[in-house]
């Protein structure tokens, strides 16, 4: 069993003065509304209704806070990218977003969610531009909806995101999806990667 298992939903926050202030470290999960955010999400504890999936994109307006142990967080970030959101509210999520990513020290690394069908759009290269990806501050690609190709486009796929992601330091990219279960073990040991040296020893994934 791993830490994903474990994982429980704490708090939600509307304005970045309400983010948890015990945090000591944490784990961004972002990426565009359409890219099946909230499944990944679902898929990677093995829940069916951890995060609120909806058909209609945009719906997650908050920034939601899921505790892997005391101040250790997956924080599921607002969906970006998505036009038919009122013009307010986007500016808002644009703007708290933005502001996190930037401003939070306790930030130690970003998964970030690409539909494998259309990957590394405009706006992902200005998200991955945003971030500034690092060595202290990786970044781990996860093209979603990978079932929805075929072996060969997938492998083509995926070479191809490798190499354009290279052009970001401490960028990494995999194939993944909730569908087929495909590439989530290797998701989580990343993400536990990042934020192990953070646990306590009781919070330790069993070997």
Same mark, same amino acid.
């Given at each position: 069993?791993?830490?994903f298992?474990?994982?429980?939903?704490?708090?939600?926050?509307?304005?970045?003065?309400?983010?948890?202030?015990?945090?000591?470290?944490?784990? $961004?999960?972002?990426?565009?509304?359409?890219?099946?955010?909230?499944?990944?999400?679902?898929?990677?504890?093995?829940?069916?209704?951890?995060?609120?999936?909806?058909k +209609?994109?945009?719906r997650?307006?908050?920034?939601?806070?899921?505790?892997?142990?005391?101040?250790?967080?997956?924080?599921?970030?607002?969906?970006?990218?998505?036009?038919?959101?009122?013009?307010?509210?986007?500016?808002?999520?644009?703007?708290?977003?933005?502001?996190?990513?930037?401003?939070?020290p306790?930030?130690?690394?970003?998964?970030?969610?690409?539909?494998?069908?259309?990957?590394?759009?405009?706006?992902?290269?200005?998200?991955?531009?945003?971030?500034?990806?690092?060595?202290?501050?990786?970044?781990?690609?996860?093209?979603?909806?990978?079932?929805?190709?075929?072996?060969?486009?997938?492998?083509? +796929?995926? $070479?191809? $995101? +490798?190499?354009?992601?290279?052009?970001?330091?401490?960028?990494?990219?995999?194939?993944?999806?909730?569908?087929?279960?495909?590439?989530?073990?290797?998701?989580?040991?990343?993400?536990?990667?990042?934020?192990?040296?953070?646990?306590?020893?009781t919070?330790?994934?069993?070997?």
């Amino acid at each position: 069993m791993h830490l994903f298992q474990h994982i429980e939903y704490v708090t939600s926050a509307h304005a970045l003065t309400q983010l948890p202030a015990d945090a000591v470290a944490e784990v $961004a999960f972002a990426g565009r509304s359409n890219a099946g955010k909230s499944s990944a999400l679902n898929t990677l504890a093995h829940r069916k209704k951890l995060a609120h999936v909806s058909k +209609t994109p945009g719906r997650t307006q908050l920034i939601n806070f899921f505790a892997f142990a005391p101040g250790v967080f997956l924080v599921d970030l607002p969906g970006y990218g998505y036009a038919k959101v009122p013009d307010k509210i986007r500016g808002h999520w644009e703007a708290s977003l933005g502001a996190y990513l930037r401003k939070r020290p306790q930030i130690r690394g970003m998964v970030l969610l690409m539909d494998a069908r259309r990957p590394l759009t405009e706006i992902d290269r200005q998200m991955l531009d945003f971030y500034r990806p690092s060595p202290n501050r990786p970044v781990h690609i996860l093209l979603s909806k990978a079932d929805k190709l075929t072996r060969r486009e997938a492998a083509a +796929t995926l $070479a191809a $995101a +490798t190499k354009e992601c290279a052009a970001w330091t401490g960028c990494t990219v995999q194939l993944f999806s909730s569908l087929s279960k495909l590439g989530v073990e290797e998701a989580v040991a990343v993400v536990e990667g990042w934020i192990a040296p953070y646990l306590p020893e009781t919070s330790a994934a069993p070997a």
